[in-house]
């Protein structure tokens, strides 16, 4: 029998919704373990940082990263994993582009501290005692990770090799990924595992290209028509800037129990910056009958809507805070 493949697991900033998607392989599991041993997968198993730290460079197969980099804990892992690993891969929106988490980045350190360790109803801290990275009490110093004003991608902070998008990732394009690896058919380094092309694209909803609506609408707002394209009621749907896959060749997750896109597979390949591709996409399907002023107006949260899973990828980034 061939020599195993070893793989390492590991969550950084995230809800661990993703290794749960690991999990959502049901039976095809045993087949992953027949191909690799799991060296490394903390939310799993037993293992110690040393324990990661001890293996010799090189000697994991392939490192699955998920979540964003929040903390130097996390930028510590990634480091250490990206020099013991031949591949490293970005596995979930969060290491992808730094995913809800990244939302974090319209404020900094400070500002977050202030309201979960002051301000949030249920806190009492009078004397406003925050998370420190060492703590010296008498002659025993403690440590925590240092809590970064950035959220960051993990394409930020290592080289990267592939991305599996998603949050989480659909099982549809980890089995792709494992049986690329199992076959040695992986594709360029830098690629995303998934189609190349928009949800729009293989979207099989009715569509009016002539269509101009004069107004924005949130689901709860009314009912969408199972058959027709959601922009064309009005109800924002972020296929137009996000890369399909989802929910394997054809429709996409969301859209099967007639919710619109909200865009967790990332911008398809082309596309620079989601949030700038859905807001031209719509100001299309809106101009002249709606100004961009006003059309701005109208979406109550742009940002967790536009850049919802990409903010700290996109060219925005970050607010800037001037301290
Ligand atoms: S905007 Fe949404 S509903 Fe309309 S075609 Fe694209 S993916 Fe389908
Ligand atoms: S339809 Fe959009 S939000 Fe829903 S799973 Fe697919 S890419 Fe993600």
């Not at 002051?118 to 110093?141: G, Q």
């Amino acid at each position: 029998m061939a020599e195993k493949l070893k793989f390492a697991i590991y969550w950084a900033a995230t809800c661990g919704g993703c290794d749960v998607a690991i999990l959502d392989l049901a039976e095809k599991i045993l087949d992953v373990i027949e191909i690799a041993d799991i060296v490394f997968w903390p939310i799993a198993m037993d293992f110690k940082y040393k324990d990661l730290e001890a293996m010799d460079k090189g000697s994991i197969d392939f490192a699955f990263y998920n979540g964003s980099v929040r903390n130097s804990e996390h930028e510590h892992v990634a480091k250490v994993l990206r020099e013991k690993a031949k591949v490293m891969v970005a596995f979930g929106a969060c290491a992808c582009s730094g995913g809800i988490p990244g939302l974090a980045n319209i404020s900094n350190r400070e500002e977050i501290f202030k309201v979960a360790y002051k301000e949030t109803p249920s806190t009492v801290n009078p004397e406003f005692t925050v998370p420190k990275p060492s703590l010296k009490i008498e002659d025993v110093t403690l440590t925590l990770p240092e809590f970064y004003d950035t959220v960051k991608p993990l394409n930020m902070v290592v080289d990267v090799d592939y991305y599996i998008p998603g949050c989480p990732p659909p099982v549809e394009l980890i089995w792709q990924a494992v049986e690329a690896i199992k076959n040695g058919k992986l594709p360029p380094k830098g690629s995303v595992i998934g189609p190349r092309y928009t949800l729009c694209e293989v979207c099989k909803r009715k569509k009016d290209e002539k269509v101009k609506i004069k107004g924005i609408r949130r689901v709860y707002e009314g009912k969408p028509d199972p058959e027709k394209c959601f922009l064309d009621q009005g109800y924002i749907c972020l296929g137009p800037a996000t890369r399909a896959g989802c929910a394997g060749e054809e429709g996409g997750r969301c859209l099967n129990v007639n919710m619109p896109c909200r865009g967790c597979m990332g911008p398809a390949d082309e596309i620079r910056d989601q949030g700038a591709r859905m807001i031209s996409a719509l100001a299309s399907i809106m101009y002249p009958e709606v100004p961009p002023e006003e059309f701005i107006k109208m979406v109550k949260d742009p940002l967790g809507l536009f850049y919802r899973f990409t903010l700290p990828s996109s060219i925005l980034n970050r607010k800037v805070i001037k301290k």
